[in-house]
């Protein structure tokens, strides 16, 4: 049973950087691809980001690429969002995510085996 914890939400306003965090535990870490979902109020839960066991590959929902960045550090057991250039439509509970299976495209949240509980990401105007 894999355990995964976010952290590192809050409140920015437009224009401005947030790097999300999501702890790992309770399994082998490299052992899963992982992931960066987000749900806004009122809308389907969408991917934003993924990257395999290594690291050595990554892929971004259209609307995120050259803006965010995920990567992951096995010695910590840690997946990262880091985020910038943040504007209100990005506003939605972030959701780090992950499964044993790779794929080089946007998931479906239907496929995640373990999913975190949800950090809260607000951007002003």
């Known amino acids: 049973q894999v355990q995964l914890v976010e952290s590192g939400g809050g409140l920015v306003q437009a224009g401005g950087s947030l790097r999300l965090s999501c702890a790992a535990s309770?399994?082998?870490?490299?052992?899963?691809?992982m992931g960066w979902f987000r749900q806004a109020p009122g809308k389907e839960r969408e991917f934003v980001a993924s990257?395999?066991?290594?690291?050595?590959?990554?892929y971004y929902a259209d609307s995120v690429k050259g803006r965010f960045t995920i990567s992951r550090d096995v010695t910590s057991n840690t997946l990262y969002l880091q985020m910038n250039n943040l504007s209100p439509e990005d506003t939605a509970v972030y959701y780090c995510?992950?499964?044993?299976?790779?794929?080089?495209?946007?998931?479906?949240?239907?496929?995640?085996?373990?999913w975190g509980q949800g950090t809260q990401v607000t951007v002003s105007s």
């Open positions: 309770g399994g082998t870490f490299s052992s899963y691809v």
């Open positions: 990257i395999s066991w290594n690291g050595a590959s990554t």
């Open positions: 995510a992950a499964r044993r299976r790779w794929v080089a495209g946007p998931w479906s949240s239907q496929y995640i085996d373990y």
